[in-house]
């Protein structure tokens, strides 16, 4: 049976039932139809694919209906009575959308429709329901679901002369497009704070802030930029809290404690102050080294778990969604209802991490099948699924990095817009199957980024030093359905930021609880001056592939001319280490893994004369109850990797005394005791070994330690000390403000204000004891002029000097001389500024 075009609006929207029609008055009800010609592309394509592809298209067909195609629209389904082109109010599909019988609303899930949308599809139905035979909604027929290989965008060449930054001239088109005239760019101040917050994270200092202003320079924007992006530590301190979220980073929670989850923190912050390019970097996210195999790994979770839970899974969800802006969460349990990605597709990527093969189940039951090894988009390569997971991990890496799969530089260029415009090109970013709001900006950044080596802060200063970028900020409805770009969305400081702002204003560093240092904080540049090479070490050359669990002990005298002056040891051992100082305790990894490189100052514990130092190293049996409740075939081989990698700085005055792990140090095996026929331990005595057996140097697979090792070992105390959110745990402050507890991957951050945030930034104690502490330290220096410290509060946390009304009013709150009540009181009246909380 055929219907007449405008009754499978109804089916669209929905399974099939029969409906009667709205009476006069519910059509009164109505919001009159859109006084305009209707577009489909514009107007109408954009509400299928938020409200209806997911049920009748690419695929599915749910109540026999199905819009892959206009022919398969205008045959329509199981849908009850009709509807009738140009008479829009009298059609069922409006009945349904308007929501004026509660009985009868669709789409059942996720957002209704508003007055608008009604609107807009009366008046599309009053005007026959054009739709182009361009436009399909075919499984993976749209190129935005296919990985599409870059290509060059040509930019419109009537606006060369008027702008520099290639992105203006696409932007201009745009404008003209939607007839936007080009708003005049914000000032100085503003600019200056929004470009330091954006790129390091931090406030203004206001005596650079001063030379800015200053400047009479026409390009002193662009040099800001580019200044601010130079500086490698502040610039990673920042970002790290971009990739932390990503990534699932942190430095507590669920794993940490009992080695079922592996900290990443200094190989990502080593990358981002090299500025690593961005390929490589998602290389060795992909087919990691001991640093960076965190992500990859996942979270054992303790006790049983859903088989989308499992770690190779993890790993695919992570994969597709950091990298490809591809969400797998629901395809891991059953094909996916809110995209084309089936149960097969997420295994199948699942599968290159799996140490053998891995059975599908479908919401958590198992089928019996076997997944077969697979990328997810078949045309950019295949995996060998009878290769080793090393192989099969560098395979994957090579198809998801190589020039073929645009996907990749897509996704990441749509995240940095994001991140500085405060909308993506693609909404929302983790589903980059939807078509962006300008393909050519997305298009030529994504092929900007790879003609320049995949150098991301490349892709920054482009989109920092835009005229886009330097527009007036808006306020972003959050009900917006048809966005349209204007200029740079009014954002909130982050959690991170909001922090490092309030300790600044208040002078006071971060107390890390375990009392470590920042050993991140680590640059290249220092480590030019160590002269020697550390090795892997062991107690046999299967080390670095694959011995039985077993402990030694490497000893060695070391010889100092003089007590030193200075003294560090930068340590890695796989499993973990305790070490002895001429008989007293060095330090200790303090847990079952330490591939990551510990900074221990030692200098108290050496002397003049001979130094005994011993370095006691366990390789691990694998924890069988923690991996109890999964896929026999993720556990680890019960063999597994050791070593140890010691780099020790020792200076006496103007004397080297550095010493490494080579072969120079001697070696002990510690036999753990058996039982005798009675039951009783048998303490057997250690067998000497001989000197330590050299594996390789510092990119000895599985570790890859590489340079950053040497610059961990380079880096003084001062350069570690502890400046930023970023490397501390989260307070209750900044829980509040929404920083995720990073269990799973956060790539965007909620942007509405809560009660919790509310309540803590009223009556939180941690932003009282702050502020207190803050205001006790500046009334105890003893400012003479009270006007300047009233003026240096109001540059400091909002770049500006106060108004006349301000100073006055904050002289009388503060007093004269100062008190630290009246400063206090002024502190949190300036953090509770919109100005001081928001970037604009």
């Given amino acids: 049976m055929k219907f007449p075009p405008s009754l499978v609006l109804l089916a669209l929207l929905g399974p099939a039932v029969v409906f009667a029609r709205l009476s006069p008055a ?13 577009d489909f592309a514009r107007d109408i394509q954009p509400i299928f694919e938020a409200s209806c592809v997911q049920c009748h298209a690419r695929g599915k067909s749910k109540g026999a209906f199905s819009l892959e195609t206009r022919r398969d629209f205008l045959e329509g389904g199981d849908a009850g009575a009709p509807a009738v082109a140009g008479r829009g109010a009298e059609s069922h599909v409006v009945e349904l959308i308007s929501g004026l019988n509660p009985e009868s609303v669709m789409p059942k899930k996720g957002k209704q429709l508003t007055r608008d949308q009604v609107a807009v599809f009366r008046a599309w139905i009053d005007q026959g329901m054009p739709w182009p035979d361009t436009i399909t909604f075919f499984k993976h027929e749209p190129a935005n679901l296919r990985p599409r290989e870059l290509a060059a965008i ?16 696409l932007i201009d088109a745009y404008f003209a497009k939607n007839q936007i005239a080009w708003p005049q760019s914000v000032d100085d101040r503003t600019f200056a704070r929004r470009a330091w917050l954006d790129t390091i994270g931090v406030l203004p200092v206001p005596a650079e802030l001063d030379a800015f202003l200053a400047d009479r320079a026409p390009d002193k924007r662009a040099k800001l930029v580019s200044r601010l992006l130079a500086d490698p530590q502040r610039y990673a301190e920042h970002w790290l809290t971009f990739w932390n979220d990503l990534l699932r980073n942190d430095y507590r929670g669920p794993g940490y404690t009992d080695g079922g989850r592996k900290a990443i923190t200094a190989w990502v912050y080593t990358a981002l102050a090299r500025n690593l390019p961005y390929d490589q970097f998602v290389r060795q996210l992909i087919n990691p080294g001991a640093e960076a195999e965190g992500f990859a790994n996942g979270i054992l979770w303790r006790g049983a778990v859903n088989a989308s839970m499992v770690p190779p899974m993890q790993a695919a969800q992570g994969i597709a969604q950091v990298f490809l802006g591809v969400n797998l969460k629901c395809a891991s349990c059953h094909d996916s209802f809110i995209n084309e990605y ?21 919401c958590d039951k198992p089928t019996g099948h076997t997944a077969k090894v697979k990328f997810l988009y078949a045309e950019l390569g295949d995996i060998d699924g009878r290769a080793a997971p090393a192989t099969r991990k560098q395979q994957l890496a090579e198809i998801i990095t190589g020039r073929q799969n645009g996907r990749l530089p897509r996704t990441i260029v749509n995240r940095l817009w994001q991140r500085f415009i405060g909308y993506g090109l693609v909404e929302p970013v983790d589903e980059m199957d939807k078509p962006a709001w300008s393909p050519e900006v997305i298009d030529w950044l994504a092929e900007d980024l790879v003609a320049h080596r995949h150098d991301l802060k490349h892709t920054m200063a482009r989109i920092l030093t835009s005229r886009a970028y330097q527009l007036p900020a808006v306020n972003l409805r959050e009900t917006e359905e048809r966005y349209v770009f204007r200029g740079p969305a009014v954002r909130r400081l982050s959690a991170e930021q909001f922090s490092d702002a309030l300790h600044t204003l208040a002078g006071l560093p971060y107390a890390r609880a375990d009392g470590k240092l920042n050993r991140h904080a680590a640059l290249s540049p220092a480590a030019a001056a160590l002269p020697l090479q550390p090795k892997w070490i062991w107690g046999d050359a299967s080390g670095a592939t694959k011995c039985a669990p077993a402990t030694y002990v490497f000893k060695r005298t070391v010889t100092l001319p003089a007590a030193p002056t200075d003294g560090r040891f930068v340590i890695a051992a796989d499993d973990n280490y305790t070490i002895r100082i001429n008989g007293k305790a060095g330090g200790n990894s303090g847990r079952r893994n330490s591939t990551n490189a510990d900074w221990l100052d030692v200098k108290a514990l050496l002397r003049a004369g001979a130094n005994e130092i011993e ?33 020790a700085y020792v200076r006496t005055g103007d004397t080297v005394a550095d010493f490494v792990s080579d072969k120079n140090w001697s070696t002990t095996e510690l036999v753990p005791p058996s039982n005798d026929r009675f039951g009783k331990p048998v303490v057997k005595p250690p067998v000497e070994v001989g000197a330590a057996t050299e594996l390789g140097g510092l990119d000895l697979a599985p570790w890859k330690f590489g340079q950053s090792f040497l610059d961990l070992a380079a880096a003084d105390r001062d350069r570690l000390s502890v400046q930023r959110a970023s490397l501390v745990n989260a307070d209750p402050l900044m829980t509040a403000l929404g ?4 269990e799973q991957v956060i790539t965007v951050r909620q942007t509405t204000a809560t009660t919790l945030q509310a309540l803590e930034l009223t009556n939180g104690a941690t932003l009282a004891k702050l502020l207190k502490q803050g205001a006790e330290k500046i009334a105890a220096a003893g400012a003479v002029d009270t006007d300047a410290l009233v003026a240096g509060i109001f540059v400091q946390s909002v770049s500006r000097p106060p108004t006349a009304a301000e100073q006055r009013l904050a002289l009388q709150v503060v007093g004269s001389p100062a008190r630290a009540e009246g400063v206090e009181d002024l502190l949190w009246a300036v953090t509770m500024l919109p100005e001081f909380q928001l970037i604009r």
């Fill in 739 to 742: 920083r995720p507890n990073r």
């Fill in 342 to 362: 089936t149960l097969n597709d997420s295994y199948g990527l699942a599968s290159i991490y799996a140490t053998g093969p891995l059975e599908i189940a479908e």
């Fill in 615 to 647: 370095i006691t190293v366990a390789n691990m049996p694998p924890d069988d109850g923690r991996l109890a409740s999964f896929n026999t075939d993720a556990r680890p081989d019960p063999d597994s990797p050791a070593g140890l990698l010691l780099y």
């Fill in 154 to 169: 040509a930019l419109p060449a009537a606006s060369a002369a008027r702008f520099a930054n290639p992105l203006d001239r």
């Fill in 26 to 38: 519910q059509i009164a009800q109505l919001p009159a139809p859109a006084a305009r010609p209707i």
